[in-house]
């Protein structure tokens, strides 16, 4: 029996593709043999998040180019919150972490860093509407608090050396979201914030306002498992060095943070100029494809205004692109070859609309009906389920969009997303998204009403078409804010 163990040990021994038993194979050659790369990362905007285009975040872009160019697979293990990153990588759950993490002295007696790949400022926070405190000293006798066990502790015991007078509480309960809607509500003072996050939580807590700048040049890297073998974070710094000299993590760092949940709403007058000018060259084509489908025309015109202007050249900073703005896995899917070809992006639009639309229930009526497809088509059904239990759970109709979309802007909130399957979407983005293109939809509509009549639903309500001011947003024409 020992002979047999002993036989087939040198047989394991001897076929083994990656290193010898003396020699186990090195970490990058662990991920090649398995085919996988395995990365611990948490749901939110300044990590992973799935929206209208599929998977998205920016540390999912850097994973995946980095995935793609080791030629293995991209398997995301998603803990709950950051607090649980670094101890799930090194319990050997993941070849690496990647979750905007900072660098500091205590973590990196823990794991590896790899390269550097964003620098970040910690935020002085107030409230908009109060008065800006210029500096450290006129913070005495006001209410300032952060999340205990965070680097802002250790920030604000630095600035305590220079101003003995300053004070704060550390709040061992309440993370960073919770404190800046405290801030943005009134019943706190101050709060600290990462410039990364502050750039997603203004999108949806607009009442907050940086004061001045506590740190500067905090450093963002990947973390790795502290062993003998580098191999995986020397391939991470030729990566990286890649797609630094090629401009590609800059374009990835201003698809997320420099157009954050800021959709762009041309006001009626350019639009006017638009539909004279822009639309002719594609009024047929949209007019074939929406027959195709069963579907209005003027609400496809609509929507490829809202994603292009009409332009089938236009590349989004996130990289889709054409007229209806597809993403490669979308236009594979809805037949469409070349995505800069505006029939082909048009019919394609077409198709995936009437798609989202034979999916929503029956017993939603219009219009609410087509709001739940624009959101849907921004991003993606599986948030807009999420809206809708979420908004029935609150004792809200979940038929109505206008119950509904309260919620959708919600799940832009991160601690309000962990209640829902799909997690965090971009919800600010898709309220804009909504109320812009029916601001188009009904500006064509009443201009072609001699032509195609009025849908049954605006006819019963008649609303007045909105008016042309070039600067406004629709959602704020009706009384709304808009974020």
Not at 144 to 149: D, F, Y
Not at 444 to 451: G, H, N, V
Request: net charge neutral.
């Amino acid at each position: 029996m020992l002979a047999a163990r002993l036989k087939l040990g040198a047989l394991l021994c001897a076929t083994l593709v990656l290193g010898t038993c003396a020699h186990p194979p090195s970490l990058l050659q662990e991920v090649r043999q398995l085919g996988e790369l395995r990365v611990i990362t948490r749901n939110g905007p300044n990590a992973y998040y799935v929206d209208g285009d599929g998977p998205s975040g920016p540390e999912y872009e850097l994973l995946k180019g980095f995935a793609d160019e080791l030629g293995v697979r991209l398997r995301l293990i998603v803990v709950e919150n950051a607090a649980q990153v670094l101890p799930a990588l090194i319990n050997g759950q993941g070849h690496l972490a990647a979750a905007g993490l900072t660098i500091n002295r205590d973590s990196e007696q823990l794991v590896d860093f790899g390269p550097v790949y964003q620098q970040v400022t910690e935020h002085l926070v107030y409230r908009d509407g109060r008065r800006r405190p210029r500096d450290l000293r006129q913070l005495r006798g006001k209410r300032l608090e952060v999340p205990s066990g965070t680097s802002y502790v250790k920030t604000l015991v630095r600035a305590q050396a220079r101003v003995p007078e300053l004070v704060w509480t550390e709040n061992p309960h309440a993370d960073q979201n919770e404190l800046l809607h405290r801030v943005a509500s009134g019943s706190l003072d101050y709060t600290v914030v990462k410039s990364s996050a502050f750039a997603v939580y203004r999108s949806y807590i607009p009442e907050i306002r940086v004061a001045f700048n506590l740190a500067e040049g905090e450093s963002v890297a990947w973390a790795f498992p502290q062993r003998a073998d580098s191999s995986l974070r020397q391939a991470a710094e030729h990566y990286f060095a890649r797609i630094r000299a090629s401009g590609e993590l800059d374009r990835i760092m201003d698809a997320y943070y420099g157009h954050v949940a800021r959709p762009n709403y041309v006001g009626t007058r350019h639009f006017l100029q638009d539909v004279r000018s822009r639309l002719p060259a594609y009024r047929q084509q949209f007019k074939a494809a929406a027959a195709e489908f069963g579907i209005d025309w003027r609400l496809l015109a609509a929507i490829g205004y809202q994603e292009s202007r009409w332009d089938p050249e236009a590349v989004s900073p996130t990289g889709v692109r054409g007229l209806m703005m597809l993403t490669e896995q979308t236009a594979a899917t809805f037949g469409v070859e070349d995505r800069t070809d505006a029939a082909q992006s048009i019919r394609g639009g077409a198709r995936y609309l009437a798609h989202i639309l034979s999916r929503i229930p029956k017993d939603v009526v219009e219009p609410d009906r087509t709001a739940f497809a624009l959101a849907t088509y921004n991003m993606g059904f599986g948030h807009l389920l999420d809206a809708r239990r979420l908004t029935r759970d609150a004792g809200g109709n979940w038929n109505l969009w206008v119950h509904v979309r309260p919620t959708v802007k919600k799940l832009a909130d991160p601690d309000f997303a962990a209640q829902s399957r799909h997690g965090f979407a971009r919800g600010g983005e898709t309220v804009w998204f909504v109320d812009n293109v029916q601001a188009y939809f009904n500006v064509l509509a009443f201009m072609t009403r001699d032509e195609v009549p009025l849908p049954g639903w605006m006819q019963q309500r008649a609303p007045a078409p909105i008016q042309a001011d070039a600067g406004r947003n629709p959602a704020k024409a009706a009384g709304d804010e808009a974020t």
